[in-house]
């Protein structure tokens, strides 16, 4: 499994050495077409094609190789740095998988997502409950994530939702209603403009 990975890292490398329009980029200049490619990858999974989903997370992985490579030259970091970092936040963050004594109860998926989260809470301190939400966020999932928080910190405040309710707390009404039925209210309007297109 590595050597297709060390490949590539080598194919960026020389990329950025050998073809001007590479070598002039920057981590600015390239947040565009990271953002294009996240959202090519969300299609591709809407779509149910693994080959589309193979090849769009090729792309995607490509941009993360882009960066890692401009911050490699600059001695910022390297691509080992980058992984070396996810894979021990996931070693710290999932106790119940690789730090759980034997004979420890399973945990189910709730649970899991509980203690995800008291974990993240002890290493990031946050004095606000939008502290860490990039303000780029789609509105429906910058919605979920400001109501998750409230949740958490015990402080839920559901916005009023009658016909006579601004639009704005209606749709925020929409997005506490999808957490309840433990639906993603991002991936719920989707769905239902796909369905709509297809009618």
Known sequence: MGEPLLDFGEVMRRLRAECPWKAEQTHRSLARFLLEETHETIEAIDTGDPDHLREELGDLLLQVYFHAVIA??????????VARGITEKMLRRNPHVFGAPEGTAPMDAAAVNDAWQEIKATEKAREHVTDGLPPTLPALLHADKVLDRRAREGSVVLPPTGDDADLGDRLLGLVAEARAADRDPEQALRDAVRRLLER
């Open 72 to 81: 490699e030259e600059s001695g910022a970091f390297t691509l080992d740095d």
